[in-house]
């Protein structure tokens, strides 16, 4: 399809004889914001990097604009534009000369070069760091910085490795109404993350990864109305007062509860606990006499409504199950 401008052929990669990826296919069209999700060492890195010309596939072919990423690798590189969170700065340099060096290693110089670190500056409103050495940056300006430099050849295909992970909310928030914006300006954007709510949020479709396999792909809306055909009751509870592991506490409640048709559990982090069933408001008098036979410290229980990442832990325990 002309519209197609990522493409993923029944990619494989092995890492000592294990799969890292396991016949991944997918299209990403043009303009859209595509996100690859899934919990850490499900193989998200693993094909970015694929698609950036820095992996070889095992198997499997993948293609940018209609240029293969193993045989047009250099052709590839000139019309994307890569962020890989473990990526490093040459911090000692002043802003706006790392961004300089940069465009001249993609062929940028003169007035192109010097209006181009211009836009990218104002674009992501760091003027006033120009004259700044990268080393005084905030985490946050960091990213920012990071992603200028992957723009500085203006690329028709942003690459993206996580790249709000460890940003507080409201520069994470920046970054994504950033990216909207390059996607409205026709930008195509893969953009790999571990945080359910922010692909809820900003992605157009989604695939859901694990284990380097492919767990479903579509919009979140569409995962959510397909899959969400379940309640969700969340349980926050003080860690440093539970007095059983937290494996423990699972096992007991599954035994406890297995009477009821379609429950699973999952841990999160922070404190919280989430058990998924049919039939939650009938479950809730259950579930509540156990935590309190157990001398669980319970901060909260709250029933809501399934949000993608609940489809995606549901969806993973089916896959497990088969």
């Known amino acids: 399809m002309k519209d197609i401008i990522i493409e993923s052929r029944s990619l494989c990669r092995l890492y000592q004889g294990k799969k890292a990826l396991d016949s991944i296919s997918f299209g990403v069209r043009r303009g859209e914001i595509f996100g690859l999700l899934g919990p850490n060492g499900a193989g998200k890195t693993t094909l970015v990097k694929i698609l950036a010309t820095l992996l070889l596939p095992s198997s499997g072919r993948a293609f940018i604009e209609g240029l293969d990423v193993v045989k047009d690798a250099k052709k590839v590189r000139r019309i994307i534009g890569l962020y890989l969170a473990e990526s490093g700065f040459y911090y000692r340099l002043k802003v706006k000369d790392f961004l300089q060096?940069?465009?001249?290693?993609?062929?940028?110089?003169?007035?192109?070069?010097?209006?181009?670190?211009?836009e990218l500056?104002?674009?992501?409103?760091?003027?006033?760091?120009?004259?700044?050495?990268?080393?005084?940056?905030?985490?946050?300006?960091?990213?920012?910085?990071?992603?200028?430099?992957?723009?500085?050849?203006?690329?028709?295909?942003?690459?993206?490795?996580?790249?709000?992970?460890?940003?507080?909310?409201?520069?994470?928030?920046?970054?994504?109404?950033?990216?909207?914006?390059?996607?409205?300006?026709?930008?195509?954007?893969?953009?790999?993350?571990?945080?359910?709510?922010?692909?809820?949020?900003?992605?157009?479709?989604?695939?859901?990864?694990?284990?380097?396999?492919?767990?479903?792909?579509?919009?979140?809306?569409?995962?959510?109305?397909?899959?969400?055909?379940?309640?969700?009751?969340?349980i926050l509870y003080d860690q440093g007062r539970l007095n059983m592991t937290l494996e423990r506490l699972i096992a007991v409640l599954a035994s406890r509860l297995k009477r009821e048709n379609g429950v699973s559990i999952h841990a999160l982090e922070r404190g919280r606990l989430k058990v998924y069933s049919k039939k939650a408001d009938e479950l809730l008098p259950e579930l509540a006499d156990n935590l309190v036979r157990f001398r669980i410290p319970v901060k909260s229980i709250t029933i809501m409504k399934p949000s993608l990442e609940d489809v995606f832990h549901k969806l993973v325990a089916e896959a497990d199950r088969t």
């Open 121 to 234: 500056l104002e674009f992501f409103q760091l003027e006033d760091k120009a004259d700044q050495e990268v080393n005084v940056l905030s985490h946050g300006m960091r990213r920012k910085l990071h992603l200028a430099r992957a723009l500085l050849h203006n690329p028709s295909v942003l690459l993206l490795d996580e790249p709000t992970i460890g940003l507080d909310p409201i520069s994470a928030k920046d970054l994504r109404d950033r990216l909207r914006k390059l996607s409205r300006e026709g930008k195509t954007i893969l953009l790999s993350t571990h945080y359910m709510p922010e692909a809820e949020e900003i992605c157009d479709r989604v695939l859901l990864l694990n284990l380097g396999r492919v767990i479903a792909i579509d919009s979140p809306q569409n995962l959510i109305r397909r899959h969400g055909g379940f309640q969700v009751v969340e």
């Open 101 to 118: 060096f940069f465009g001249r290693l993609y062929g940028l110089s003169g007035a192109d070069l010097r209006r181009r670190v211009r």
